[in-house]
Nanobody, 121 residues
Framework: QVQLVESGGGLVQAGGSLRLSCAASGSIFSINRMGWYRQAPGKLRELVAHIATGGGTVYASSVKGRFTISRDNAKNTVYLTMNSLKPEDTAVYFC???????????????WGQGTQVTVSS
């Protein structure tokens, strides 16, 4: 019904930058909150940032001031611009969206497949 496809991960040196993208497609009536989560080896998945339809944002304290989340509602796409990357930012980054499917009333949470971000020291 709904697919989230991430792109933009890769290997970067500490202090560098990357931009992740996540495009949602399928039987979408509306998308509410969109966000990025990450999971490092041996750790729980954690929130990085999320953004409401109107643009309100929330960031994890560990990334505030370095990462910027944005969205293009016309393209059903959310972005994560990551600057001043640190080795501790190394993780698989997952996109998440709260989607109301066409013909339905309830909102469902969908996840992307994840994209690897590796920051070398």
């Amino acid at each position: 019904q709904v697919q989230l496809v991430e792109s933009g991960g890769g290997l970067v040196q500490a202090g560098g930058s990357l931009r992740l993208s996540c495009a949602a497609s399928g039987s979408i009536f509306s998308i509410n909150r969109m966000g990025w989560y990450r999971q490092a080896p041996g750790k729980l998945r954690e929130l990085v940032a999320h953004i409401a339809t109107g643009g309100g944002t929330v960031y994890a304290s560990s990334v505030k001031g370095r990462f910027t989340i944005s969205r293009d509602n016309a393209k059903n796409t959310v972005y994560l611009t990551m600057n001043s990357l640190k080795p501790e930012d190394t993780a698989v980054y997952f996109c998440n969206a709260g989607v109301v499917v066409t013909g339905k009333v309830a909102e469902y949470s969908y996840w992307g497949q994840g994209t690897q971000v590796t920051v070398s020291s």
